[in-house]
Each structure stands twice: as C-alpha cells, then as structure tokens.
C-alpha cells in the first residue's frame, strides 16, 4: 500500500508525521510523508491511502478538511484526519457538511469532547506516542550531556524547557517563577529549547539560559536534553495532549506543571509535580478557536520548583521513585503500537505486531 501522510512544517505535527511514517514503513508500506501545502490534484492512482494530520482551526484548515473529504471519495474511504484543538471551536465557522458528513480521530479526550461539542464526529481517539528506540538511544546518550552541563553548572538542580513561544504556553509565568526563586536561592539552573525570539527576555531572568532553537534539533537530541536533566518545566496554560510531557517521563524524568485536563489521560500526576489551576479563561482568537487557558497564581509554580529542588537534593529516594513511577505510566504510550490504530483505519486487518525492536 502506497501511503501519503500529509501535515505541515510545525514541529510538534511535523514530528507525529514522521513517527506515523516511520509505522507505516515497517509494517511495509511505501510511505510520502509531505510537510507542505498538497500538491497533488488527485489521490486515485497516485496513492492508495492518506492520512491527514492538522489541528482543527476553522479558519485555516478548512482546504485540508475538503482535501481529506475528497481523499476519503477517490481513494473509497481510505483516508482519514488525526486532529487536535487546544480550546472551544467557534461553531458559525463550521459548514454544515462539515457537521454531517466529516469525521475525525482524535488525539486526547480533551480534543474529542471539544470537537464533539462543536457538532464534529469523532470516531476514535488515538493518544501520541514516544519511539522505543529514541528512548533508548536518549537514555544512553543523556550521561554526555550531563557532563556538559555539570561543567557549567556544578552541583545545581537542572530545570529543561522545551516550548514555543506561544502565549499559550506560559513563558511569561516561567519567567517570574524563576526571578521569585532566584530571590531566595541560587542552587539551580533553567536551560531552555525554544524560540529564538526569546533570548532578550532570557537574559534579563538569572539562573535562565538560552540552550537552542525550538524545532532547530532532531527528536532524539530533545529526548535525550531530557534525560539530561533533573525535572522538564512546562508552565503551559494549554494543551490538546502536551507531547513533551509524555517525552519526558518516558525517559524517566518528572515534569513541574499545572495539572491540565489532558495530562491526566496519560501522565502520573501525582508522582509528576503537578499543581491546580485557579481559573479558566477563553482567549478569542483569529484561527477561529476560542483558547481555553487554565489560569494558574504564578506562585504555585514557584513553590512547585523550590518543593523539586529540594527532593532533589535532599531525598534521593523519592527522587528515583518518582522517575521509576512517570517512566512506568508512560511505558503504555509507544508510537509502534499506537500508529498502528491509525493504520488499521486505513483498511487495514487489525493489527498487533511489535514493532519496538
């Protein structure tokens, strides 16, 4: 079977194709992964299947959700669209036909009940996944970094952060949790992957430190800046799913955050750092979304780390359960097993093959 897996250049959706694709290939399909615009002006002939994968924002993707609804009629059912929202979708913007004869996969609960709400079929939901053998490769990798970066910085708990700069996504408050504690200790360090725009707002926040380019590193160099450190922070006021969380406990390290409704379909809470949120707020936007930010006292995250550094240099038993315990949780969640559900919707006899070696 010919497969073209179609998504676009983003990073987190660029990488989830790329995982699908690799599944694809070796259950033995010939595979096209594409990360730009569609350019073919047919499907039959060309392929034999496709998968789509783009968030749900009405006012951009509706050209992928028509593709996907002409995919599904050349190719006789046997395409379909793997979606997210991170908030409430504004229903006038949805086409009737849309609301009648397109459905869609889901990749958390969250998504599903969002887009169930604005009249969409979801038919399934499918969770993202972390590759066996880039946990493995990060895990062996992870004593280099560490080494690095105990040169620079000895003896200090090593925060990472891994997000774009996207308001959603809480910098701000990360920023002022790190000024706060900076205040009142010195004994860690927080080294950020992310926009390269940030780096004036870095460097006027002690203890925080530019590492890389959002995007700018193969995924196995990201797991393994995981592993490398001691907690993943991820002060997010939202996520569809939140993929660098599953990312880091696979590899066994705890991450600090607020406890957002989709963590908990996958993630140890409780052996994570996790806080509650104090409200919710819905952020208008031009994508045709509302953005349903779950708004937290920036306190809570500063009192969420200066509680991390502490286990972490003053119970290491605790420490190693709480690795042992995320890494645990997380061990369900493997794109070789997971991909394969998609696959299977493709026309596909069920399948349950191992693909983790």
Same mark, same amino acid.
């Given at each position: 079977?010919?497969?073209?897996?179609?998504?676009?250049?983003?990073?987190?959706?660029?990488?989830?194709?790329?995982?699908?694709?690799?599944?694809?290939?070796?259950?033995?399909?010939?595979?096209?992964?594409?990360?730009?615009?569609?350019?073919?002006?047919?499907?039959?002939? %060309?392929?034999?299947?496709?998968?789509?994968?783009?968030?749900?924002?009405?006012?951009?993707?509706?050209?992928? =959700?028509?593709?996907?609804?002409?995919?599904?009629?050349?190719?006789?059912?046997?395409?379909?669209?793997?979606?997210?929202?991170?908030?409430?979708?504004?229903?006038?913007?949805?086409?009737?036909?849309?609301?009648? /004869?397109?459905?869609?996969?889901?990749? $958390? #609960?969250?998504?599903?009940?969002?887009?169930?709400?604005?009249?969409?079929?979801?038919?399934?939901? =499918?969770?993202?996944?972390?590759?066996?053998?880039?946990?493995?490769?990060?895990?062996?990798?992870?004593?280099?970094? #560490?080494?690095?970066?105990?040169?620079?910085?000895?003896?200090?708990?090593?925060?990472?952060?891994?997000?774009?700069?996207?308001?959603?996504?809480?910098?701000?408050?990360?920023?002022?949790? %790190?000024?706060?504690?900076?205040?009142?200790?010195?004994?860690?360090?927080?080294?950020?992957?992310?926009?390269?725009?940030?780096?004036?707002?870095?460097?006027?926040?002690?203890?925080?430190?530019?590492?890389?380019?959002?995007?700018? #590193?193969?995924?196995?160099?990201?797991?393994?800046?995981?592993?490398?450190?001691?907690?993943?922070?991820?002060?997010?006021?939202?996520?569809?799913?939140?993929?660098?969380?599953?990312?880091?406990?696979?590899?066994?390290?705890?991450? =600090?955050?607020?406890?957002?409704?989709?963590?908990?379909?996958?993630? /140890?809470?409780?052996?994570?750092?996790?806080?509650?949120?104090?409200?919710?707020?819905?952020?208008?936007?031009?994508?045709?979304?509302?953005?349903?930010?779950?708004?937290?006292? %920036?306190?809570?995250?500063?009192?969420?780390?200066?509680?991390?550094?502490?286990?972490?240099?003053?119970?290491? /038993?605790?420490?190693?359960?709480?690795?042992?315990?995320?890494?645990?949780?997380?061990?369900?969640?493997?794109?070789?097993?997971?991909?394969?559900?998609? =696959?299977?919707?493709?026309?596909?006899?069920?399948? /349950?093959?191992?693909? $983790?070696?």
């Amino acid at each position: 079977m010919k497969v073209l897996i179609q998504t676009s250049k983003a990073t987190s959706l660029s990488e989830i194709g790329r995982q699908i694709a690799e599944v694809c290939e070796r259950l033995g399909h010939h595979t096209v992964l594409n990360r730009d615009y569609p350019i073919y002006p047919r499907f039959r002939g %060309v392929f034999d299947a496709a998968i789509f994968i783009y968030p749900f924002l009405p006012t951009w993707c509706s050209t992928y =959700i028509y593709k996907v609804y002409v995919a599904r009629k050349e190719l006789q059912g046997r395409a379909v669209m793997y979606t997210m929202v991170e908030g409430l979708i504004k229903k006038p913007l949805i086409p009737e036909w849309v609301k009648k /004869d397109f459905e869609v996969i889901a990749n $958390s #609960r969250y998504s599903a009940e969002r887009l169930q709400d604005a009249g969409i079929k979801v038919i399934d939901v =499918i969770p993202h996944g972390v590759p066996s053998y880039e946990i493995e490769y990060a895990l062996s990798e992870a004593p280099k970094y #560490r080494k690095v970066i105990e040169e620079q910085f000895s003896d200090k708990v090593v925060f990472g952060v891994v997000a774009r700069a996207h308001f959603r996504k809480g910098l701000d408050a990360l920023y002022e949790a %790190v000024k706060r504690l900076s205040e009142k200790r010195d004994n860690f360090v927080v080294l950020m992957i992310t926009d390269h725009s940030e780096l004036p707002k870095i460097q006027k926040v002690p203890n925080c430190y530019y590492v890389a380019t959002f995007g700018g #590193r193969l995924h196995r160099e990201i797991m393994t800046f995981y592993a490398a450190c001691d907690y993943l922070l991820h002060p997010a006021y939202n996520e569809s799913f939140g993929l660098p969380v599953l990312e880091a406990n696979a590899v066994g390290r705890p991450v =600090i955050a607020c406890k957002l409704p989709p963590f908990e379909e996958f993630a /140890d809470t409780k052996a994570n750092i996790m806080f509650d949120y104090d409200d919710v707020e819905l952020r208008p936007s031009s994508d045709g979304i509302y953005y349903e930010l779950y708004i937290y006292d %920036v306190q809570k995250l500063v009192d969420a780390m200066e509680y991390a550094i502490d286990i972490r240099l003053n119970k290491r /038993d605790e420490y190693e359960d709480r690795c042992a315990r995320v890494r645990e949780r997380a061990a369900a969640f493997r794109s070789e097993s997971l991909y394969q559900k998609l =696959i299977e919707y493709l026309g596909e006899e069920p399948l /349950d093959q191992d693909l $983790s070696s």
